[in-house]
């Protein structure tokens, strides 16, 4: 454990070691979802047991009320995968305490609201750079 984050190897990316923050619960327009950030040195990955919808407005990952990084696209039907914008968001969270990621749920129809979660962000460049080292072990 380093702040609010988890160093170990990956469970889902071989032969890599991640970063997990703590999980969060997110309202899904249903109910509650857990959440959490998966990072690697390539990769930021946000995970949810429900699925995410990709037409909606004002998704993304924020600092503050600033946009850093736009959902790009599904990483997998409950996963959203920040590639794009990977190292202005990695930067970004080395110099904040928190990161808010916003996106919508499928199904919700109507379109109805895109909900929002916060992950503190609290040891975030200790972390990264233990990430590093991990990974020069494997």
Known sequence: KIGSWTLSESQTLSKQCSLVSTTNKMHD?????PVYLEIT?????????????TSYTGTGAFIGQQKVASVEQLHTPTSVQFDKD???????????????????????????????????TDGFETAYNALKKCDLML
């Open 86 to 120: 990977f190292k202005p968001l990695i930067n970004a969270m080395k110099k904040h305490t928190s990161l808010e990621i916003k996106v919508g749920f499928w199904p919700s129809w109507p379109i109805t609201q895109a909900y929002a979660t916060t992950f503190k």
């Open 29 to 33: 327009g249903q109910g509650d979802t």
């Open 41 to 53: 040195q390539q990769h930021i990955i946000f995970r949810t047991k429900s699925n995410i919808d």
